[in-house]
């Protein structure tokens, strides 16, 4: 299992597929990425590949296919 090590994740596209490969495949995230993935679009714009990446992982959140977990 891939030990992905959370850090912060801004509008940086490699942190970000990466933290939207890790959620996928473990169908979870913590609870640190997904506040910060929520907070992020305030402090800067995400480009349009971002912010498609960033609605497919609160559509996972919000349908239930992906759980915030407290740690992973």
């Given at each position: ?9 801004g509008?940086n ?22 506040y910060?993935?929520?907070a ?12 498609d ?16 977990v407290?740690?992973?």
């Amino acid at each position: 299992m891939n030990n992905f090590e959370p850090e912060e994740v801004g509008t940086n596209s490699s942190q970000l597929v990466q933290l939207f490969s890790d959620t996928m495949n473990k169908r979870q995230i913590s609870f640190a990425d997904w506040y910060e993935l929520l907070a992020a679009p305030l402090d800067a714009p995400y480009s349009a590949d971002a912010e498609d990446t960033l609605n497919r992982m609160i559509y996972g959140v919000r349908h239930g296919l992906v759980k915030v977990v407290d740690k992973y």
